[in-house]
Each structure stands twice: as structure tokens, then as C-alpha cells.
């Protein structure tokens, strides 16, 4: 019910934008999230964004250069990802969940399959 694009190969000091299309019914009450899951590591917060698109969230190392934004209206969620860094490649995936704790904990109801994101020095 989450389906990722955007993924792809980009220069370090490059931009993605990454997007997350849903078929989650009542989407607008779900809060959303974007993990990764660099080559080798487990899967990690990276940032979210509450139900109403008001408040977000943001793991330290990419705060400042990733911005999660929605559109409850097309129920698509996005990740503008700038400056990019090679440490930053890893498969990105989509989540969602109703409860705000277990979205960042990574504990949550829906997720996509992922999208690659390689950043080459």
C-alpha cells in the first residue's frame, strides 16, 4: 500500500527527491516516515512527519539537508534530500503509522518495499 520512487544514482553535493504514493485508507490520519537501510546496516530513523503535516522530525545527520513534506490530497509524502553525502546511500522506505512513538521507533503498521539511493564520491 506504499509504493517508493526517486530513487538513483547522484554526485555527492546532488539532490533527490523521493516519493511515497499510498493507498492506505484514511491516509490524512496516519502520521509518515522515511527510514533507510545503508549497505551492511540495520535500518534506521530518518525523518517524519505527523498526520496534518504540521510537525516533522529529523535524524541529526540529515537535518538541515532532508525535508519530509505530504499532500493529504494526492496521499503522496515526499523527501527532498540536498547536499548529498556518500554515507547517505542506502535503500529508503516509506512507513506508516497511526501512533507517533512507534513510527520513529520504526514499530509501524505499514511500509513500503524501497527505493535505492547511491551518492558517489
Known amino acids: 500500500q506504499l509504493v517508493e520512487s526517486g530513487g538513483g544514482l547522484v554526485q555527492a553535493g546532488g539532490s533527490l527527491r523521493l516519493s511515497c504514493a499510498s493507498s492506505?485508507?484514511?491516509?490524512?490520519?496516519?502520521?509518515m516516515g522515511w527510514f533507510r537501510q545503508p549497505p551492511g546496516k540495520e535500518r534506521e530513523f530518518v525523518a517524519a512527519?505527523?498526520?496534518?503535516?504540521?510537525?516533522?522530525y529529523y535524524e541529526a545527520s540529515v537535518k538541515g539537508r532532508f525535508f519530509i513534506s505530504r499532500d493529504n490530497a494526492e496521499n503522496v509524502v515526499y523527501l527532498q534530500m540536498n547536499s548529498l553525502k556518500p554515507e547517505d546511500t542506502a535503500i529508503y522506505y516509506c512507513?506508516?503509522?497511526?501512533?507517533?512513538?512507534?513510527?520513529?521507533?520504526?514499530?509501524?503498521?505499514?511500509w513500503g518495499l524501497g527505493t535505492q539511493v547511491i551518492v558517489s564520491s
Open positions: 512507513a506508516g503509522e497511526s501512533n507517533w512513538g512507534r513510527l520513529v521507533a520504526g514499530v509501524n503498521e505499514f
Open positions: 492506505i485508507e484514511f491516509f490524512s490520519s496516519y502520521n
Open positions: 512527519i505527523d498526520w496534518s503535516g504540521t510537525n516533522d
